[in-house]
Nanobody, 117 residues
């Protein structure tokens, strides 16, 4: 079993920055990729960015350049640096981990990010 705990969310003004963290614990040896997703009020959950164990990254085109995903394998932690935040970025941000051996995704409980105008 894998447990994911997000932190770092909060309330910021437009143009500000936040850094989200996702700490993974449990049986994580078979987790080869992790990612961040978000769900805005009244909308479906959407992909933000992913990162593999060897640090290959993918981003939604509209966010590339403002958001940066990274990981520290020694700390079992994935980060999402969010800069130049906009009110449209307001959402609950979720961390996810992929077990490639069984095609199973683990999910964190989410952390709220609110950007005021």
């Amino acid at each position: 079993q894998v447990l994911l705990v997000e932190s770092g969310g909060g309330l910021v003004q437009a143009g500000g920055s936040l850094r989200l963290s996702c700490l993974a614990s449990g049986t994580i040896a078979r987790i080869n990729a992790m990612g961040w997703y978000r769900q805005a009020p009244g909308k479906q959950r959407e992909l933000v960015a992913t990162i593999t164990k060897d640090h290959n990254t993918n981003y939604v085109d509209s966010l590339k350049g403002r958001f940066t995903i990274s990981r520290d394998n020694a700390k079992n932690t994935v980060y999402l640096q969010m800069n130049t935040l906009k009110p449209e970025d307001t959402a609950v941000y979720y961390c996810a981990a992929h077990d490639w051996t069984i095609g199973y995704d683990y999910w964190g409980q989410g952390t709220q990010v609110t950007v005021s105008s």
